[in-house]
């Protein structure tokens, strides 16, 4: 992975993402998205315009996260997927359960 970068605003938590995000990786990305998320409980906003590849360990790690805020009412949100990227969370029929815009 090679950034994460939070924003608080005053209706979501807004994070960029760039690089890879793969089994090597994704715990500390789950841990820095839920730090940030504890400290200020509301809806995820993923940017992931530069965020290269995912693999499968990423995908359960975004239903993790996607758990975790729904306890609490809030939701997440992906926007600016790659194709491919896009792509696998189509055929995993995650789109059912998180919002991906354009």
């Not at 315009?49 to 992906?78: H, M, P, Y």
């Amino acid at each position: 992975m090679n950034e994460v970068v939070i924003q608080r605003e005053e209706n979501a938590i807004r994070i960029a993402l760039s690089g890879e995000i793969h089994s090597g990786n994704a715990d500390d990305f789950y841990r820095e998205v839920m730090e940030a998320y504890r400290a200020d409980k509301k809806d995820l906003h993923f940017s992931c315009r530069e965020l290269a590849f995912i693999d499968s360990t990423t995908l359960g790690t975004f239903v993790k996260i996607k758990k975790e805020v729904a306890k609490e009412g809030n939701k997440v949100v992906l926007s600016s997927l790659q194709p491919n990227i896009k792509k696998l969370f189509l055929i995993c029929n995650l789109d059912a359960i998180m919002e991906i815009e354009s």
